[in-house]
């Protein structure tokens, strides 16, 4: 694929928009030198979010996984808290909260496109739990939920953005939220000076 082409997925979550965050995200997109080419607001349904989210055991587990390594940073007891220290169960428990996390507002859906876009974006963005993400990415500097207080409330962890991971999620969400007359091709004024 040509270096510049790679493409990625952007959800501002209904915490964002709700916090009126949509034009301090695109900001950031857009200063870093990436370009949105495709943008619009939407309310999913259930049946939308989940489509969105993989559904293999092993995406399901690593949720899970990342739930138990927090739970074991701040010394708390998973099967206490959740009733199981089963990655798989506690996956499959994140999944339908989010579900109803992700369809409690509007979402704004993006195409970013540009060099190493998902890494990019990711980075912009910064660790899952917004307590572990660094000062400086958009999580870290805009909320503080965490999985521990998140599932006590039986509810998704309010971290206001998702973005792909890897280029097999990416090319997934792009089909999924996007038909191609959606996507706009364009220049950027400073396409020339950065690269
Ligand atoms: P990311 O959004 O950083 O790619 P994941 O793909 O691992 O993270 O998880 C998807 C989303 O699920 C997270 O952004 C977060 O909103 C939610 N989530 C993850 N773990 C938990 C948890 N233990 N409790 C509640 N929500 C969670
Ligand atoms: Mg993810």
Sequence with gaps: MEPKEEKTIVLIKPDGVKRGLVGEIVSRIEKRGLKIIALEMVWATKEQVDGHYPKDVKWIKRV???????????GFDPVEEL??????????????????????????????????????????????????AEMGTIRGDFSVDSPIAANKGKRGIHNIIHASENFDEAEHEL???????????????????MF
Excluded at 98 to 121: Q, R
Excluded at 175 to 193: K, L, T
């Design 83 to 132: 009733g199981t220290d089963d990655a798989e169960e506690i996956g499959k428990k994140v999944r339908g909260w989010l579900i109803d996390y992700l369809t409690s507002g509007p979402v704004v859906k993006m195409v970013i496109k540009g060099i190493h876009a998902i890494d990019m974006v990711r980075k912009l963005v910064g660790n899952t739990v917004p307590a572990l």
């Design 175 to 193: 089909n999924f939220w996007f038909s191609p007359e959606e996507i706009h091709d364009y220049d950027r004024a400073e396409d020339d000076i």
């Design 64 to 74: 899970g996984e990342k739930t138990m390594a927090t739970y074991d940073k701040y």
